[in-house]
């Protein structure tokens, strides 16, 4: 067809359909213009397009954005494994091989090590809502254990570490609530206008940062022995390692100073305590009093077990408590 017999057939300019041209040669499908009272613009006709033309490093990455666990969560587990049954069988043979071996050698599994998992019975209310630009009522609550009535025009989801949040108008500006904090939740008559240009990735990783910075920054200073170096690893993660490779040395020998950015003295507490005698903190000096006050109340706790109904200690104090 000539340029001007496919311009008046896509109601665009001529020279829409050459740039158009353009772009598709660019991509990669073989078209081409020749001159002449014959010519015209021209698809190779032995041409057929691989799936839009996925190249190979494209087809692994489509199957590796698959997360079983957040899609279960929005109840799509079972249909995104039917689309990825038709998208491997509409994909040719080589690459069918290359699918099924990214699904059999890559798996993202976003959730955490022996953490309970939250219930979120509202999130397909709010998926639905999403959709179809829905108001919701919700009885949210907050982290104080207070409740309050909201009404949401939903603008998205988000699963952060297998927690998730949706991005919502409430009153006149938009706000973050956690999921698992919606004790009630219903869908409206009404609808909602989302915004054109609202860019849901974008908001995030601005709220994001915002809240980081808004956060209260407790530095603990610590005192760190070999012994100690697994307990504060499975604590606050790998991390750590990078840090202790930098931390400078202490004046007891085999002993290394470490700092550590928490977020309040009781949460610094609550951490720490449980390492047990393998580190020391040794500033804040308000820090120090507070671990000695809770490891005082854990003793006097569990202490009075260890007494003979007239008060004599079962475990002896000469160092073998073990011997019997």
């Known amino acids: 067809?000539?340029?001007?017999?496919?311009?008046?057939?896509?109601?665009?300019s001529p020279r829409t359909i050459y740039r158009d041209l353009d772009a598709l040669s660019i991509a990669g499908v073989p078209v081409y213009a020749e001159r002449g009272p014959q010519g015209g613009c021209r698809l190779l006709e032995s041409y057929r397009t691989n799936l839009t033309g996925l190249k190979e490093d494209e087809v692994r990455a489509l199957f590796m954005l698959t997360v079983p666990g957040l899609l279960a969560d929005l109840g799509l587990a079972r249909e995104a494994e039917a689309a990825l049954l038709k998208l491997t069988a509409a994909l040719p043979t080589p690459f069918q091989q290359d699918a099924a071996l990214v699904r059999q050698r890559l798996l993202l599994d976003p959730a955490g090590w022996f953490q309970p998992e939250e219930a979120v019975p509202y999130l397909p209310l709010l998926q639905e809502a999403i959709w179809q630009t829905?108001?919701?009522?919700?009885?949210?609550?907050?982290?104080?254990?207070?409740?309050?009535?909201r009404v949401l025009d939903p603008y998205g989801l988000v699963a952060k570490a297998s927690i998730w949040y949706v991005v919502a108008r409430s009153f006149h500006w938009v706000q973050v609530f956690?999921?698992?904090?919606?004790?009630?939740?219903?869908l409206l008559a009404s609808r909602f206008t989302r915004p054109e240009d609202f860019d849901l990735a974008g908001y995030w990783r601005d709220w994001c940062q915002r809240?980081?910075?808004?956060?209260?920054?407790?530095?603990?200073?610590?005192?760190?022995?070999?012994?100690?170096?697994?307990?504060?690893?499975?604590t606050f993660g790998e991390g750590v390692h990078a840090l202790l490779a930098t931390a400078g040395q202490d004046d007891e020998?085999?002993?290394?100073?470490?700092?550590?950015?928490?977020?309040?003295?009781?949460?610094?507490?609550?951490?720490?305590?449980?390492?047990?005698?393998?580190?020391?903190?040794?500033?804040?000096?308000?820090?120090?009093?507070?671990?000695?006050?809770?490891?005082l109340a854990v003793l006097a706790q569990y202490g009075a077990a260890h007494k003979e109904p007239d008060g004599t200690a079962l475990w002896p104090d000469d160092g073998e408590a073990g011997a019997g």
Do not use: W
């Open 1 to 12: 067809m000539t340029a001007q017999e496919l311009a008046n057939a896509l109601e665009v």
């Open 134 to 149: 829905q108001r919701v009522v919700m009885l949210y609550r907050r982290g104080d254990g207070s409740y309050v009535k």
């Open 178 to 186: 956690r999921v698992s904090r919606i004790a009630e939740a219903s």
């Open 211 to 234: 809240f980081e910075r808004g956060q209260a920054r407790y530095d603990v200073t610590l005192r760190v022995a070999p012994a100690g170096v697994p307990a504060l690893v499975q």
């Open 253 to 295: 020998p085999g002993r290394v100073r470490l700092t550590l950015a928490f977020e309040s003295a009781d949460a610094a507490c609550r951490q720490l305590v449980g390492i047990g005698p393998h580190i020391e903190v040794l500033a804040p000096a308000g820090l120090r009093q507070q671990m000695a006050d809770m490891a």
